[in-house]
């Protein structure tokens, strides 16, 4: 599966790691940084991709940088809440996501490797910053782990040597290896060929691939993802008639239960200005609640026929499913109400139907190029008609965003409406870790496999050619 001319030279074991020691897969995205020893089934490490900064009062140019959940998610004061990745699912700030990833590894993975006492840099002040440099460079949390680490097919060059580049300057790492997040997406599905239709948090990407090579012409991407869908539910609760309240979770100090649709009787808590959260802070934590929501309520239209459609019975989807049963859910603050089935169906009925957004003048309505029909038929479109029967024969789901009940269904009525002389099957395990993991479960058997040994760029060899080598080998 991995591509790329290997080293003329057979590597030496040592150089290696070995295959008494287990690699490393990191696999970046833009809600959570995955990471784990190759060969496991799951990422031992999920951690967000978000962090904490805090200000200081006497110096506002320093900041205080918070990993992790127990942290970010804490209100302390003045923290603002900024992400590492950008909206297009690629680095964004590379000092911060170092920082982020070296936690991600070394807070549950391989913990930092402390030097002797004796030169610890804190028992001779002469030649204290002399001894603390040596101290870092034995705590490079790599130094026996080659690293296999995942990126979007879309990533820029420079970017891409970036990353090796803190493997193996900043982390020590003996080896490494590039590899595109569709093709171990179609790995973990034990597909060589496949459309890959990757659902995340800030984009959908379709990446066709064939025999183990992205067909970077049929790559195609929108931002109607899981941030997308979480807007439309507040352009839906704004919308409700009365409204919808959505206050966090940490906004509440303690509640009653109340009838459904009737104001909540909560105590709120407040802060002094000067020592409140950011606005970020809150928006982050309203999404943890839009997730919630997502998970319990919202599901895909059944069918058949879009919800936009008309109905075999007479008159429209959109009647028949408001004779469907709606589903309870509480706010935080103890607000409840059940929501019809039309509104459980409409927010994501939206990603393979445009008419079917939510808008106001802040928040434009999507083009249907954008929607997931449009997607694939771009995507197919740039590949030859001879492979686009293998493609559409091992369709491969993958990404958080796609865990709706019935979304599977959904996409396989979609695809036969607009390919039906062709065979189509979609893969899309139904169990919710192979699902939300699926890239970096690809990485973890990719990194174990012995014949994967051969493909390793070595620290010597990156020490020989430099950055650019990833360029040459990881295609």
Partial sequence: ???????????????????????????????????????????????????????????????????????IHSPLPRI?????????????????????????????????????LASNGLNDVENRDSKMEGVEEQEKP???????????????????????????????????W????????????????ALVIDIGASSTSLTPV???????????????????????????????????????????????????????NATYRTFPPSQAPHASFRALEEERV????????VASWPGPGRLGGHASSGGTNMDVARGHPGKPFEMPDGWNQMFPALDRYRVLESLFDAKMALSDPSNPAPSQSQCLPDLIKSSLSQVDVEIRPFLLNAVVVTGSSSLFPGFVERLQWELNQMYPGMRVRISAPGNVVERKFGSWIGGSILASLGTFHQMWISRKEYEEHGAGIVEKRCK
């Fill in 178 to 193: 590039l590899a595109r997040n569709g093709v171990l997406a179609s790995f973990a599905a034990g597909k060589s060929s």
């Fill in 80 to 116: 603002s809440i900024s992400n590492v990745m950008s909206k297009e699912g690629t680095v964004e700030d590379w000092d911060t996501a170092s920082d982020l990833w070296e936690y991600a590894i070394t807070s549950r993975l391989t913990n930092s490797k402390p030097g002797p």
């Fill in 1 to 71: 599966m991995a591509t790329g001319q290997a080293s003329t030279k057979p590597p030496d074991a040592n150089e290696y790691g070995g295959d008494e020691i287990s690699a490393l897969v990191l696999d970046p995205g833009y809600a959570t940084t995955r990471a784990g020893f190759a060969g496991e089934d799951v990422p031992k490490s999920v951690v967000p991709s978000y962090y904490g900064l805090i200000h200081s009062e006497s110096d506002p140019k320093h900041a205080k940088k918070l990993f992790g959940d127990n942290s």
């Fill in 210 to 264: 064939h025999d183990g090579l992205i067909l970077r012409k049929g790559i195609a991407r929108s931002p109607l993802a899981g941030n997308y869908l979480s807007q439309q539910l507040r352009l839906l609760f704004t919308q409700s008639q009365p409204p919808v309240p959505l206050t966090p979770h940490y906004l509440i100090t303690s509640k009653t239960a109340v009838d459904a649709a009737t104001p909540a």
């Fill in 142 to 176: 790599l130094t026996e782990n080659p690293l296999l680490m995942s990126e979007t097919g879309w990533n820029a060059g420079k970017d891409r040597e970036r990353g090796i580049e803190i493997a193996m300057e900043n982390w020590g790492a003996p080896a490494y």
């Fill in 290 to 297: 839009l997730t919630e929501f997502k998970e319990s309520v």
